[in-house]
């Protein structure tokens, strides 16, 4: 059986497959450029195919601390008066809200008594034969692995290295999210505050004990650089330019904050997830959507892999087969959720929340 397994991206997917690699009699190594737990973006949402994932796990009591408050969402018109109110889903189960970078910190602690982390670093180069996959880092010592596996997001350095250029992957949607936490509490601790203008959207996102606020807005944007926070900074800024409500007063906070998340929202589309010893999981593989999926497709693709590991004969290709069955549809979904989301003109705005205040729960 194949032993030694690196994963790279101690996120979501990373953590979560080095936990059941670890469980399946496997050697996981995670690596992480990070020097430590990353920041966030949106929360997200454990629900569905990842339920009886993080079950197994024994961390449902864990996730349910750290859930999110959320009960409602409250439409506001341009000029910030409530339009529509609307029930957030009820939770069925085991089902949670929760801050994204909480789940991350849950499921690495779940993982990390049983695997290697390697934090601060990356990988530079791999170099693959029938037996395995030589690996050199940017700081650690070249190794030996039987099998790599890129689980670390959009910009994922193993798809890059083993499949090509992210050009050929990735497909922009126009749309891009920049975030950043209040570190304090949230006005309407129970609601999710979503005010728009056309193309433009912003959320005021409660947690438990602080808030977050979150700005979404279609834009072509050249030349992006994902690592770039002076000018991801600006680009929000410009975007925001003459926008009436409270909007001013956030944009302040989130140019004064130094732990911001910012990127384009984008769907990743390859032909196949695997190359050899060298496969994908979670964001390098699919990236998916605007509403909190991409984490709970995740988890389950990460519990996929590493069933399907247990029998090493086409291992990969089960893999995929299995975990593209949960991927297509919500990939299909990502154009109606921005529309949405962010409404293009005023009259789509109107539409939308008349159709909120129709909606079963609305109002």
Known sequence: MTKNVLISGAGVAGSTLAYWLARNGFKPTVVERSAGRRSSGNPVDVRGPAVPVVQAMGIVPRLRDAATTSRRIRLLAGDGRQVATVRMPSNKGDEVEIPRDDLAGILYEAARDDAEFLFDDTITELRQDGDGVDVTFGRAAPRRFDLVVGADGLHSTVRRIAFGPEHDFVRPTGIHVATTSFG????????????????????????RGTGGVAFIFRAEVDGFDHRDLVRHKRIVAEAYAGVGWRVPELLDRFRAAEDVFFDAVSLVDLPSWSAGRITLVGDAASCVSLLGDGSSLAIAGAHTLADALLAPAGAFARYETAHRRLVRPKQRAVGLSAALLLPRTRLGLATRNLAARLWPGGR
């Open 184 to 207: 304090e509490p949230a006005d309407h601790p129970e609601d999710v505050i979503l005010y728009n203008t056309p193309g433009r959207l912003v959320g005021i996102h409660p947690s």
